[in-house]
């Protein structure tokens, strides 16, 4: 790609490079355990306006900011309840968002004008480092949604960053180079701003890990919407091609389904992961190789189960265009 930005493996000096163009406006990519994540300074609107226009993303979608660790939420949050703190205490740093009343930080260029926010603590060790250093030379944080144009497949590596973003960035924006990421879907969001947890976004971090926890059922978010969330939309996460959940693939179509399952003649086998960990980290990836093969049509294969499935099933049918 002719016009691709700097790319970058991570070394300590990158790292406070990539934080210097934070805090001078410009966006950085980086590596979370779940997703990839485009960056920009949380409290510059015209930094922040960029991320907008790289992802083609209406303006009043809220975004997700990233900070280091829970000494950092009474910036960004107000009323604060015990349970969220029990939450954040339990699963951060890691892929769980929290959905909490905004503090004097967060203002309306992040929350889309709502009144809450969506904070979150990622585990990946360049992510962490690179908060920590932003936060070290700013009053700041890192606003991220994935790194993707609007509606389409998260990205799970640097070189998909480049694929999706590559023509918008600028070589003053920095792509980091973290690897593939290991969880593969976005984070668990929880809506922390009530009475109750509810829950926006199924993930790894499960509804019975919530319960254990908190000993606080999470509600499933049902009926209408009254926030802006894009993953709520019937259809996202989206490769070209059709995605199929039911039914056995024919012959000229890809296949995605555990390794046990066998291939039937004549269909293009994407991948074989074999078991839901690996299922939900080969997810995307196998999104995009199914586009790069031009095929018309991913089947994917998955077990009627629950626990980690359910995530994996809510990106199966986003991508497959309703629910
Ligand atoms: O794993 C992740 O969460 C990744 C990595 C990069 O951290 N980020 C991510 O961001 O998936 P994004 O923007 O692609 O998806 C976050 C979702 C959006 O659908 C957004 O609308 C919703 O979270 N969200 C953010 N703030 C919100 C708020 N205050 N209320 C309700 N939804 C919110
Ligand atoms: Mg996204």
Redesign the pocket.
Known sequence: MSNSPFQSVCTADTIRNAAAALKAGHLVA?P????????ADARNPIAVKRIYEV?G?PSD??????ISSINQLEKWASEIPEYAISLAKTFWPG?M?L??K?GEAAQDF???G?D???L?V?SDPI?MALIQEFERISDSAIA?????RFGRV?PTSSADVREELGEFLYKSDFVLDGGNSP?G???T?I?C?GDFPKL??P?YVLEDDIMRTTGITVKQNSGLQK??????FDS?YSPKCRVILEGVPLPGEGFLALSDVPTPVGVQRISSPRNVFEFMQVLYSSFRRADHLNLPTLRVNLPNEEGFWVAIKDRVLKASGGD
């Open positions: 980086f979370t355990e779940t997703v990839y994540g485009l960056g992802k993303r979608h809220p975004l997700i900011v990233h892929p968002t959905i909490l905004r992040i929350t889309g709502q809450t926010v969506g979150r990622p992510a991220a949604p994935s790194a993707n998260s969880v879907i976005e984070s969001i809506d701003s926006l976004r993930g926030v802006k969330f894009s993953g709520s996202h």
